[in-house]
């Protein structure tokens, strides 16, 4: 095992019966449980580019975040548990006051870059970092790419095959793509989109699937509450009113909007009923610290 870190199997939580009207069922996988650190999916996205890293003898990874970015505290403190060296390449100017994620990253060693939005688009290596892409890993922003769809499939491994849709909240795609990668046939896989019109996200997500082999998904663009990272009082009611009714803390910027969709969809009887559905919950509590105080009656 090349892994310095071994995380518990992630619990499935069957949601008490909220749905029994529309005869569903909703079960949720714990992915949030699974590190108070490496939260959610992005260990598994990791896993693949730390074991290259590892297995390749070099210094550490070098990737891609904003400010309040899981990807790149992830990022940090994995590498910090695997004895390699972290650079985060932040997007937009240095803030007057550092995030409390960007506090966490420079807590676990990081080094971090700060580059204006439009040369962050270019995903290009700051001028700074000329010459070390021979011994770094460098991993996309939230880990795209076939390594973190492959460590993204993993996701579902012993969660059974009972199901009829798996759900998962999209950033770049990566875990829909591992989730559609290795999902069972027939079950119906959704995605439910953090952005405000990302027009391209289907075909970045078609892109990381294995040629050849017909897998069908689809993804909701019309749960992003203003677009990514946006929120309003109905979002920050819903999770407050979720935790009471489940127990199931989420994070504003995804598993919130993934959740609200799930309950906004089962209500318009959108899924048949004995649909029986898996939803991801794909970690991400620490951004929850953006939020202003008092918003949320349990903690991050
Ligand atoms: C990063 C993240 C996602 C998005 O994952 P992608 O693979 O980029 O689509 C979803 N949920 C949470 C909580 C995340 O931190």
Redesign the pocket.
């Known amino acids: 095992m090349f892994s310095a870190i071994i995380l518990p199997q992630p619990c499935l939580q069957v949601v008490p019966d909220l749905y029994a009207a529309q005869k569903v069922s909703v079960a949720v996988l714990r992915l949030d449980e699974l590190h108070p650190v490496i ?4 260990w598994f ?1 990791l896993k693949h580019y730390l074991h290259e890293a590892t297995q390749t003898g070099k210094k550490g990874i070098i990737t891609w975040g904003g400010a309040w970015s ?2 790149l505290v992830a990022t940090a403190a994995a590498c910090a548990a695997h004895g390699l060296q972290s650079i985060g390449i932040v997007r937009g100017e240095a803030p007057p006051q550092k995030t409390a994620a960007l506090a966490d990253c420079l807590s676990y060693g990081m080094q971090l870059i700060f580059v204006s939005r439009t040369t962050y688009k270019q995903a290009l290596l700051p001028e700074l970092l000329w010459g070390c892409e021979k011994d770094f890993v460098l991993v996309p922003e ?3 790419g076939p390594l ?1 769809v492959t460590g ?1 499939a993993e996701i579902i491994n012993n969660t059974g095959t009972d199901y009829s849709h798996i759900i ?9 793509a591992g989730i559609c990668s290795a999902a069972a046939p027939g079950v119906q896989i959704m ?1 439910i989109s ?1 952005q405000k019109n990302n027009v391209q996200l289907e075909e970045e997500v078609r892109q990381l699937l294995p040629p050849g082999k017909a897998i069908s998904f689809s993804v909701q663009h019309q749960f992003h509450f203003g677009g990514y990272a946006k929120h309003n009082p109905a979002l920050l009611q819903f999770m407050n009113n979720w935790w009471q009714q489940t127990g199931i803390p989420t ?1 504003f ?3 919130a909007k993934t959740f609200y969709a799930v309950d906004a969809l089962v209500r318009q009887q959108y899924f048949g009923a004995g649909s029986n559905l898996l939803v991801i919950h ?3 509590l620490q ?1 929850n610290r953006g939020l202003p105080p008092q918003s949320l009656i349990f903690s991050p």
Do not use: E
């Open positions: 939260s959610g999916n992005k996205k899981n990807h939230g880990g795209y973190g993204a998962c909240a999209v950033g770049t795609g990566t875990m829909l995605g953090s994070d910027v995804y598993t794909s970690g991400g951004g």
